[in-house]
């Protein structure tokens, strides 16, 4: 048999997948592993998507998306951060924030670009940026996971055409001050080059406002913006969000779109609409949730000898385990052999991901009281 695609072949597995995928063949597992929110998705956005069932809304809609959904995106952006797009031409409905993500280095990359990405980062953004032909450049931040703007100028090359960043963080939790990210705008505006922004925690922001990339001066019209719906509204498994950047990316994003997904499922786009439209009392309330479990569960880490600062947005810890002497990837596994407790190994975010595990705190309460029991019966086991 001839060999299959040899890019596809080299890429790893999600690690992120592989540890819930054991876990799931266990009993009496407590899961902090997969970055899903324990609510479910709320009632009136549910039934909005069993009316558009009974009124037999199963067809497809426009490659775009439903243009009411679209104007009531940009509408919210322009409310909250102040930033402009047209529905028709600068708004795009995907299957999700990674759909977003690959119709943008499907666009924006031609063979051979690079993609320069600060880490610890989401375990997706390198093989998006290499299923598209370009190249991953993988760059470290500091202590405190704050992007660092001149090792990302360190890493530029004739060939970097993007930079893609996203605050608040998934795995760590870290939010970019603003005049991090306002000086990462300059940067990209002096070597002219795309920023893709990820923003699909920008509702779970605890300390201090969310700073749209996009609105900032110089940004908008070298911005990609993703965001969606699964984690602020509870909506994972119905695949809504959305691409906002200037029109002429967003054109060449459809056509791509228009050819392998078509649209976003009509039902789904329907159940978003309503959550935009009335969904703020839940959102608030889930948000106020996960800020009481983040200070409960990062002071819980400290407790047990876990040194973790409080994350300041998504809903994920990302403790340091180098006092125990074990790397991430062994004290994961042998976590959960041990006391059925699944984390994420540092290690699958990247190298400075290293010498910390990811928890995702989205869980209920009594679960995490439950989770840090274990965690601190194993850690203190590992002192004998």
């Known amino acids: 048999m001839k060999p299959l695609n040899p890019i596809v072949a080299a890429c790893p597995p999600s690690g992120i997948r592989r540890f819930f995928d054991i876990a799931a063949t266990l009993d009496n597992v407590i899961s902090l592993g997969v970055g899903e929110p324990d609510y479910v998705t709320p009632w009136h956005v549910r039934e909005a998507g069993i009316y558009a069932l009974e009124q037999g809304y199963t067809t497809y809609t426009s490659n775009a998306g ?67 032909g370009g190249t ?46 306002e000086a990462l705008v300059a940067l990209a505006v002096r070597h002219d080059l795309y920023l893709v922004s990820d923003e699909i925690y920008e509702r779970l922001s605890y300390d201090a406002p969310h700073t749209c990339v996009a609105s900032l001066d110089g940004a908008r019209d070298r911005t990609v913006l993703l965001g969606g719906f699964s984690k602020a509204h509870a909506m994972t498994g119905w695949r809504v969000g959305y691409i906002c950047a200037p029109a002429p990316i967003l054109e060449l994003a459809g056509r791509i779109h228009q050819y392998t997904m078509l649209c976003a499922p009509h039902v789904s786009q329907a159940a978003a609409l309503e959550g935009l439209r009335a969904g703020e009392p839940r959102v608030a309330e889930m948000v106020a949730g996960y800020d009481r479990r983040r200070r409960l569960f990062a002071k819980g880490l400290n407790d047990i000898g876990l040194t973790c600062d409080e994350p300041q947005g998504a809903f994920y810890a990302f403790p340091s385990i180098r006092s125990t002497g074990l790397n991430s990837e062994t004290f994961a596994e042998r976590l959960l052999e041990a006391e059925r407790v699944a984390v994420v190994p540092g290690s699958v975010f990247g190298p400075s991901g290293e010498g910390h595990i990811r928890c995702s705190y989205a869980t209920a309460l009594p679960l995490l009281d439950e989770a840090l029991e274990r965690m601190g019966r194993f850690v203190a086991s590992l002192q004998h």
């Open 66 to 132: 439903l243009l009411e959904l679209r104007e009531a995106i940009v509408k919210d952006l322009s409310r909250r951060y102040a930033v402009s797009f047209d529905p028709a031409a600068e708004c795009l409905i995907t299957s999700g924030v990674s759909q977003g993500l690959d119709l943008a280095m499907r666009t924006l990359l031609a063979p051979g670009d690079e993609v320069i990405i600060p880490e610890p980062c989401y375990v997706a953004y390198g093989p998006c940026v290499t299923f598209a």
């Open 136 to 181: 991953p450049v993988y760059v470290p931040s500091d202590e405190r996971f704050h992007i660092l703007i001149d090792e990302i100028e360190r890493a530029i090359t004739p060939r970097t055409k993007a930079i893609l960043v996203s605050s608040p963080s998934n795995p760590t939790g870290a939010i970019q001050p603003r005049e991090v990210l």
